[in-house]
Every structure is written in structure tokens, then in C-alpha cells.
């Protein structure tokens, strides 16, 4: 596994082009078995390139940019131990540049949810999402679904900027009690892991309402809100049509995202799932366009 320190040495990955598709996995690092189960996708399409920074311009005023856990040494051993052929570790200076005036700014699907709550957080993501696809150049790119308005709202980057690279989007991994897997997990001792089950919990009370013929979403929405009685604050609780993210007017039906929000601690945690809902029943999808066709 190549590991390239700063951007002068992005040159090395001249190597791996030309060995099948090129695969981007960006992360901030912390990495678990989630971010593993992106690199081995990817592995299967082509090699993989992996990338840890932790963006600070995706992080708002009070937010946990200086907390957030930097585990380099850690990562390297798991990267290497997934088939990751290179690994780009940028610096702050390699990925802004003394000026970084230049911007990219989010549409129409970063106005509610993380967005409204974490004003300016996807402006931050798709900037340095940009910045990574320039200099990778990958010919696939791979995000988690637990993050799934982030996964559209690049989608929506991708489209409108006619940037060519192919996105995909990897389920999220959970751990045995349904919790999704997290970096920001580990800001969690015992006592508020456990309360943070409720987000999981409050997915499956609203995907089980829907499952058993549920169609009106203030009623899902309430069934969610309830389930996350322990966090310490919701955010939101809320079903939203995809691939747009707006409410919907009448029932709920085609493909539809249920998504939480809570703060439970000191962490601040989402999770969510992707639903089609049709004559035939609901089952659980993908979210990207692209993936559902591969
Ligand atoms: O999902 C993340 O870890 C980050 O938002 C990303 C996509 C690596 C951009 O900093």
C-alpha cells in the first residue's frame, strides 16, 4: 500500500491507472468496519484509493473539528489490511492553499436537515469533495449511506458540474444491536451508548409502521420522535422523498428516506434508511441512482 504524504507525491498514483477503474474512498479517518466494508466494494471494481483529513470547513463555530478522533497509525493498519492500494493523507496547506477563496456551494437538497442544523457543513463537504476529485481524478468515487444527504447532495455536485466520476453508495455497516457504526461513536462511555440506541430503534419503529401499511408520515414522524425519548435532544425525526429530499404533499410512497438526528452525550448522531414503498410492499434501497443500477 502506497502511503502519499502530501499532494506532491499524488504523481505515484500514475501507477495504479490504467489497472481497471480508479476508486476513490474518501474519510476523515477513525476508521471502522464501515469505512472497511466502502474500501472492499471498491477492491472488487478496481484499486482503491483511500484519502483521512479531517476537513476542517465542514465543521461550523463550537462544532467538534478539535475533538474529532485522529488515529493515523490505526487507519494505515486497517487500510493495509483491506486491499487499499494507496492512501492520500493530505495536509490543511495541500487542500486549501493560503487562500482557498474558491468554493463549491450546495443546492437545493442541503436545505433541511444536517443542513439546516449545520449551516455551511455541506458547502465544507463538497468543496473539499471537489478538491479530491481534481486531484485523485478517480474514475468511481464511494460514500456511506449512513450518510445519505451527503451521498445526494454530491450526487446533485456530480450532476450539476458534470464531473466525470461515477458515485456509489455503500450500506451502512451496524454493529449486532443495530447501532450504526460511527467515528463519532467513540465519544460515547457505556451509559450513553446504550441511550443511543434509540436512533436505530426509532428507524425501525418507523420502517415497521410503514411495513405494516403506514402511509401518512406525520405519523411515522411522530412514531420516530417518540422512540428517541432517551437522546438528550432530537434534531429531527423525519420522512423525506428521495432522491430530493423535499416532504412529499399526500401519502408516502415510492422511494422514501426516514432519518434521525439526535444529540445523545456528547455526540451528535444520525442514522436513517432508505425505503421503496409500492403496490407490490416496502423493502429497503439504495440511494444513488448509480448504485441501484451496478
Ligand atoms: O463522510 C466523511 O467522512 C466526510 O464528510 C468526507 C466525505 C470525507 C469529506 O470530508
Redesign the pocket.
Known amino acids: 500500500m502506497m502511503v502519499l504524504r502530501g499532494a506532491a507525491e499524488l504523481s505515484a498514483l500514475g501507477a495504479l491507472r490504467g489497472a481497471g477503474p480508479l476508486v476513490l474512498v474518501?474519510?476523515?479517518g477513525a476508521l471502522h468496519e464501515g469505512h472497511l466494508s466502502l474500501v472492499r466494494q471498491g477492491a472488487s471494481l478496481g484499486p482503491v484509493v483511500a484519502?483521512i483529513?479531517?476537513?476542517p470547513t465542514?465543521f461550523g463555530p463550537g462544532e467538534d473539528f478539535d475533538a474529532y478522533p485522529r488515529t493515523l497509525d490505526a487507519d494505515l493498519a486497517l487500510l493495509a489490511g483491506a486491499s487499499t492500494a494507496a492512501v492520500f493523507v493530505p495536509s490543511v496547506a495541500d487542500m486549501y492553499g493560503a487562500a482557498g477563496e474558491v468554493t463549491v456551494r450546495a443546492g437545493r437538497r442541503a436545505a433541511g436537515l444536517c443542513g439546516a442544523s449545520r449551516p455551511g457543513h455541506f458547502d465544507?463537504?463538497l468543496t473539499?469533495?471537489a478538491k479530491?476529485f481534481g486531484m485523485v481524478r478517480p474514475d468511481i468515487a464511494i460514500?456511506?449511506s449512513k450518510?445519505a444527504q451527503?451521498c445526494l447532495v454530491?450526487e446533485q455536485m456530480v450532476a450539476d458540474l458534470r464531473l466525470p466520476v461515477t458515485l456509489l453508495d455503500a450500506p451502512t455497516v451496524r454493529e449486532p444491536d443495530g447501532m450504526a457504526m460511527s467515528?463519532r461513536n467513540r465519544y460515547l462511555g457505556a451509559a450513553d451508548r446504550e441511550r443511543a440506541l434509540c436512533l436505530s430503534r426509532a428507524l425501525a419503529a418507523g420502517r415497521d409502521l410503514v411495513a405494516a401499511g403506514e402511509r401518512v408520515p406525520a405519523v411515522v414522524e411522530r412514531a420516530m420522535r417518540s422512540a428517541l425519548g432517551p437522546a438528550d435532544a432530537v434534531d429531527y425525526a423525519v420522512v423525506r422523498n428521495l432522491p430530493e429530499l423535499d416532504e412529499g404533499t399526500g401519502p408516502l410512497a415510492g422511494r422514501v428516506l426516514l432519518a434521525v438526528a439526535a444529540r445523545v452525550g456528547p455526540a451528535r448522531l444520525i442514522d436513517n434508511v432508505a425505503l421503496r414503498v409500492d403496490a407490490a410492499g416496502v423493502e429497503e434501497t439504495r440511494l444513488l441512482a448509480s448504485s441501484t443500477r451496478s
Do not use: R, W
Open positions: 474518501p474519510t476523515m484519502t483529513f479531517v476537513n465542514q465544507g463537504v473539499v469533495v479530491l460514500f456511506g450518510d451527503q454530491i467515528s
